[in-house]
């Protein structure tokens, strides 16, 4: 039996894939590559390429693979892109999430992990956010990804799915110097990117009431994310308890600034970022506490920050 990943030919989703091999689990993908790439995926994993929109395309997946269940990762990521594109965020979040769970249902198959997001909280007004903290999306991802969570919540209830959603924060690192993180709108890459065409790094905001001015934001390596993966599926595999909703995030935060002094640290490229004026919306502070991930799925920060920058700069200089 294999588990299907959904997006894991992404940085996530081949983060997982590989988390599945390293406990010897048989792992299927299906990605469309529209922000993933073919070489992310390793030698001997069946690879489908297409999108989840198409159900004829799953139909084919679970006929010629013996799927246990489903790490759904696949989906439109952009938070800040989706206030111009709601329509295109609904259609591959809400919409593709549908299709994916009547083809499930079709196949027998009734485990799923689900992709979700700190996006669902919003502006959260407490220090750390639980998984009970009001959910207050600001933007039309992560209202779609609260529906992803409610379709699997649902179809619980109609057909038996057994299912659990992992709510992420900053995702960061790279677990293999071939995986690196690619989007355009991401912390990480951004500040490596203007490193590499000698542009000075920009920070938003050095005002708020944070110990060094700067937002404080909570990063989690990709690799430790991965094996929470693997551990809720093993869980939903062997008929354990398991909670709806899971936050993954370390309890502590990072500043911004924090960040850039780290970056100038291990890439040895001396920098004061620039400053610029804070981005309407952004919060002070997001943390969230870990905890219940901690209990059930094997879930803690195995990387320090000096690890999570110089793995994703280590995987940044591999692909020049």
């Known amino acids: 039996m294999a588990w299907l990943v959904t997006g894991g030919a992404g940085y996530i989703g081949s983060h997982v894939v590989r988390a599945f091999r390293d406990e010897d689990i048989d792992v299927v993908v299906v990605d469309d590559l529209s922000s993933g790439h073919e070489d992310f995926v390793p030698a ?21 693979n013996e799927i246990s269940g489903v790490v759904h990762v696949a989906g439109y990521k952009y938070a800040g892109v989706s206030v111009q594109r709601p329509l295109h965020t609904y259609e ?58 409610w379709l699997l919540r649902d179809q619980g209830v109609a057909a038996g799915l057994r299912h659990t959603a992992l709510r992420y924060f900053n995702v960061v690192g790279s677990g293999d110097p071939s995986l690196r993180d690619t989007s355009p ?40 994310l991965a094996v929470s993966h693997v551990a809720a599926a093993k869980r939903l ?28 640290d291990v890439t040895g490229i001396a920098f004061t970022p620039e400053v610029g004026p804070r981005r309407p919306g952004d919060p002070a502070r997001i943390v969230a506490s870990g905890e219940l991930a901690a209990r059930d799925l094997d879930w803690k920060m195995r990387h320090t920050l000096d690890q999570m920058v110089r793995s994703a700069w280590e995987a940044r200089q591999a692909a020049s």
């Open 44 to 64: 001997g994993v069946p690879f489908y390429r297409g999108t989840i929109l198409d159900g004829a395309l799953l139909e084919q997946v679970f006929s010629e």
């Open 92 to 149: 591959q979040n809400v919409t593709a999430t549908a299709v994916l769970l009547a083809a499930m249902q079709e196949a027998d198959v009734d485990a799923i992990v689900f992709s979700s997001s700190a996006a669902v909280y919003g502006t959260p007004d407490v220090d750390i956010v639980t998984e009970t903290t009001p959910k207050s999306p600001e933007s039309p991802y992560g209202e779609s990804k609260l529906i992803g969570e």
């Open 185 to 224: 709108h991401n912390l990480f890459p951004l500040v490596f990117d203007a490193l590499v065409d000698g542009r000075t790094p920009r920070i938003n905001g050095t005002d708020y009431p944070t110990p060094d001015g700067t937002c404080v934001r909570d990063y989690i390596h990709v690799a430790d």
């Open 237 to 264: 595999d062997a008929g354990e308890s398991i909670e709806p909703v899971y936050n993954l995030g370390s309890g502590d935060g990072v500043s911004v600034g924090e960040i850039m002094s780290t970056v100038a």
